[in-house]
């Protein structure tokens, strides 16, 4: 069974007052397996954040329907075997990574203890120990990106959800992802992600799907169905062009 | 119940690192200061007014806290999207309401304990500077004034989360607040104008019927105001005493329901 479903979902953006809508998924079906690392690539405007967000329950489906682990997606308790990386991420200012990470450990019922081997052991892996105590507000774009991979981290989830999990980071932060997400296909876990960096989801992924203006042109297994003598990345560049580019 | 509870302790710990509150604080001191300075240039009843700025400076200094670090806590999350770090994880739209709510409710306690406890200096330094023996002065009244005003600015503070849920910036947030306030703190004297019929008012039956309809849907922050009974040591009616935090629960229970309903129907795309 998928542990992640898509089912024919599509999302309309109603603009505000004025009658105009944007449609930003179109009859979307994808699902991804357990243990699986699965790449979701597009162009700038695609729609890939719409349908991590409509995944998160931060937005709700136009139609169509999501279930995580067989659950619907609306269903807060699901979202306690998910780890959730949103693009940009922002915490509050005057918290340090321990508070934030306590917190995240917290809401997911865990002890005291067990957050604090999870914290120790997270941060020292995101290089991020030596500013333990530090507000948040004091980090850096790359600080930030990694604080908020060790909250999405931080209980242990069966499945990961990343929502360009490489932007704003420096070649060295972007290999400790890169890593990261290897050690996560190691003990099994589902990871699911977004980004430009292409040859990075080549590499890493099992599958990945390329979504232009809304619509899923093409699913391959990167290890199989990639053409011989073809990157990714060219494949990608044949379909955007093959839909005539993005839309405005 | 843990979720709601972590999201209390964070928000409290944000408002109370929030520097805004440190200059809310300092401001209060100075006008704690300026009480007891001031008092000697009144030539009678010193306790009374004493208490009354005392009181004035809680409820004012509460006021500016609650407000201004209220909206920042609520509508910012809406506004900066650090809301996607709370929803996203096994915390409902509901729990998420009532854990940022009750934050507030603790920042609320502290502050207002900590004024309380500076503000009862001037008081107690005019009662001992100005001995009069035919004032009436009772410290059970002025701290129970000094629990009402913690109770309104608990009201306030449900306000501002129900305005949170339905507005998408802080600004907006924050005036719609600043407004409610404003008709909360004047709806009974306009309702008593009404009430009483005074010659050379003509109030029609439409602007009637509105003012009713605002007075019904505001908050009567009026209530809370005790500051005359505490300067003068009247004696509280045990039916007023139970009212007004029946109110409070009343009116606090409808902007939170409210407002946790919108919010679990709205998007943050």
Known sequence: MPLIELNNVSKVFKKEFSRKEVHALNALTLHAHEGEIFGFLGPNGAGKSTAIKLMMNLIRPSTGGISIAGRDASDSGVR???????????????????????????????????????????????????????????????????????????????????????????????????????RLREEGKTVFFSSHILHDIERLCDRAAILINGTLTRLLDVKEDLPKEKTLEDVFFEEVEKT???RE | MSGIISLAHITLKEGIRNRALFGIFILALLMFAATIA?????????????????????????????VFIGTSLL????????????????????????????????????????????????????????????????????????????????????????????????????????????????????KGILDSKMEGVEITPPMAFIIKGVYYVFPNLSAFDLKLQAAHGLALAEG?????????????GIMITAGSLIMERREFP
């Open chain 2, 240 to 252: 007023y005493l139970l009212s007004v935090p029946l109110y409070w629960l009343l009116y606090t």
């Open chain 2, 75 to 190: 509508a910012k999350d809406i506004d900066k999207r650090t809301i996607y770090m709370v929803i996203s994880r096994p915390v409902s739209r509901t729990q998420y309401v009532i854990g940022k709510y009750l934050g507030l409710c603790f920042l609320v306690v502290v502050a207002v304990l900590l004024l309380g406890i500076v503000s009862s200096l001037p008081v107690y330094i005019s009662s001992i500077m100005y001995k009069n023996p035919q004032a009436v002065f009772s410290w059970k009244i002025y701290f129970i004034a000094i629990v009402f005003i913690a109770l309104k600015l608990m009201l306030i503070a449900s306000v501002i989360v129900f305005f949170s849920s339905i507005t998408s910036t802080s600004f907006i947030s924050l005036v719609l607040t600043i407004a409610a306030y404003l008709i909360g703190s004047t709806n009974e004297t306009v």
């Open chain 1, 244 to 246: 005539g580019g993005l």
């Open chain 2, 38 to 66: 001031l008092v000697n240039l009144f030539m009678r009843d010193i306790v009374k007014v004493a208490v009354d700025l005392s009181l004035s400076t809680i409820s004012f200094a509460g006021l500016l806290m609650v």
């Open chain 1, 80 to 182: 306690r075997i998910i780890g959730y990386l949103p693009e940009n991420p922002y915490f509050y200012d005057h918290l340090s990574a321990k508070e934030l990470l306590h917190f995240g450990g917290k809401s997911c019922n865990m002890d005291n203890d067990a957050i604090e081997t999870r914290t120790t052991a997270l941060l020292h892996e995101l290089d991020l120990t030596e500013s333990i105590k530090r507000p948040l507000r004091a980090y850096s774009k790359g600080m930030i990106q990694r604080a908020g991979l060790a909250l999405a981290l931080i209980h242990d989830p069966r499945i990961l959800i990343f929502d360009e999990p490489m932007s704003g980071l420096d070649p060295m932060g972007r290999k400790k992802v890169f890593n990261l997400i290897l």
